[in-house]
């Protein structure tokens, strides 16, 4: 597989980082084609009105490197893992960008946009998270977006790493081992099964609980 994996700490060496950084190396364990790479150096702008910044060709003019790095890296991946750590209870306002920006590439008027739509269906995805708190809820907004834009794109949320720690390098001496699940998360992310039935999915009468 072709994997695209973002982190989207500003911190290089961040827990959320660390995250990344160990599923990229499961991945290439397993033998997957991997890009690592880090949001703060793709994305310098929030979305625009795209009425005032478009070419006369329909194409954004934003002059930051997110138009290479999700034409050429995240269109033509298998799937994708982002790394993020819960900031106000949610994501980091990086990915959030990464997300909104894809708009240009989407939107009616942009000249490519039918093939993007394509490009971007039917993909498997990661989510890793790192957060100071640890009750229950602390990451549903986030596991909740990346579901929604899985719905929405008709891509798999194969699987979800959430380690907790406060300073830089606090999920290395977490007990439950995040970092080793994020690297065995990454050896298995092109064969995970992740079931999502429908009440019309046709499956075996049998059923168990």
């Not at 490519?112 to 009750?135: D, H, I």
């Amino acid at each position: 597989m072709r994997v695209y994996v973002l982190s989207s700490s500003p911190r290089r060496d961040g827990n959320s980082a660390a995250l990344a950084t160990a599923a990229a190396e499961g991945l290439r364990e397993a033998g997957d084609d991997v890009e690592l790479a880090y949001v703060d150096d793709i994305v310098s702008s929030f979305l625009r009105d795209c009425r005032q910044c478009r070419d006369l060709n329909g194409s954004c003019t934003i002059a930051d490197r997110f138009g290479e790095a999700f034409t050429r890296s995240f269109l033509p991946s298998d799937g994708f893992i982002v790394a993020t750590p819960i900031y106000w209870y949610g994501m980091s306002g990086q990915l959030k960008a990464f997300f909104d920006r894809m708009f240009c590439y989407v939107a009616a008027s942009n000249p490519r946009s039918a093939s993007v739509k394509t490009a971007m269906q039917g993909k498997r995805v990661g989510l890793l998270m790192s957060s100071e708190e640890t009750y229950p809820t602390v990451s549903m907004a986030v596991l909740h977006q990346i579901q929604e834009y899985c719905r929405y794109t008709r891509s798999t949320l194969v699987g979800v790493v959430h380690g907790h720690g406060n300073s830089r390098g606090d999920i290395m001496r977490e007990p439950s081992d995040p970092v080793t699940a994020a690297r065995q998360f990454g050896r298995t992310f092109a064969s995970a099964h992740a079931s999502d039935y429908h009440i019309d999915t046709e499956r075996s009468a049998r059923m168990w609980c």
